[in-house]
């Protein structure tokens, strides 16, 4: 079965950084695009950064939401079979719970999700 499993929420000062990881099984991890988004309390799930592929070596189309380009980057190690988030410059507004995501086989798989709070 998919399965993806978050983890490294915590709380953080804002200006702080913190990483999140996202490990994945139950499919060909390397083949297919991983994305994060996040869900604050009263607010639809948005978009945080994903990377879309197109062939798992040469094409990949990485982008971010407007609220967080130039503080987060999106990675992975197709070798572990993880992605990651590194959150830099964190902000209170970016406290939310944090959820990694893939669609496999017309199918959309979430993780449980992080929580990520952000205050001081």
């Known amino acids: 079965q998919v399965q993806l499993v978050e983890s490294g929420g915590g709380l953080v000062q804002p200006g702080g950084s913190l990483s999140l990881s996202c490990v994945a099984s139950?499919?060909?991890?390397?083949?297919?695009?991983i994305a994060w988004y996040r869900q604050a309390p009263g607010k639809e799930r948005e978009l945080v950064a994903a990377i879309a592929l197109t062939d798992p070596v040469r094409e990949s189309l990485t982008l971010y939401g407007d609220s967080v380009k130039g503080r987060f980057t999106i990675s992975r190690d197709n070798a572990k079979n993880t992605a990651y988030l590194r959150m830099n410059g964190l902000k209170s507004e970016d406290t939310a719970v944090y959820f990694c995501m893939t669609h496999v086989g017309g199918l959309d798989y979430w993780g449980q999700g992080t929580q990520v709070t952000v205050s001081s």
């Open positions: 139950g499919y060909t991890f390397s083949r297919v695009g």
